[in-house]
């Protein structure tokens, strides 16, 4: 048994994913596979949207379009040039960004784009 199957687990049994949602949990995730996790991580009351923000890579037919609108109108996440980049593997800083404005609701952006 891997060392984060009892997490993995847990993350099934609360809703935050699906069960065979990832098939390697040694790989490295993308923002939008984040973005999927980090929006499902609190009750949706957690997540009232606080602006408006329209990243222009972003539309209905990607799998993390819903969660990636929900962070965003949260002000949890941004963009680099009003793209969010879904496909690309995120980095430490930026997952630290997010963890910090789900937990500390102050931290979060309210600046509209």
Do not use: H
């Not at 935050?16 to 499902?40: E, L, P």
């Amino acid at each position: 048994e891997a060392w984060y199957t009892p997490y993995v687990e847990y993350c099934v049994a609360n809703g935050i994913i699906k069960d065979g949602q990832f098939t390697d949990y040694n790989k490295n995730i993308t923002r939008g596979d984040m973005a999927i996790v980090f929006a499902n991580i609190l009750p949706d009351s957690e997540y009232a949207a606080i602006r408006t923000y329209t990243l222009s890579d972003m539309n209905d037919t990607l799998p993390s379009a819903a969660a990636v609108k929900k962070l965003a109108e949260a002000g949890i996440v941004g963009g680099s040039g009003g793209q969010y980049k879904p496909n690309d593997l995120i980095k430490r800083s930026e997952a630290c960004v997010i963890f910090t404005r789900i937990a500390v609701a102050s931290m979060r952006d309210s600046k509209a784009n």
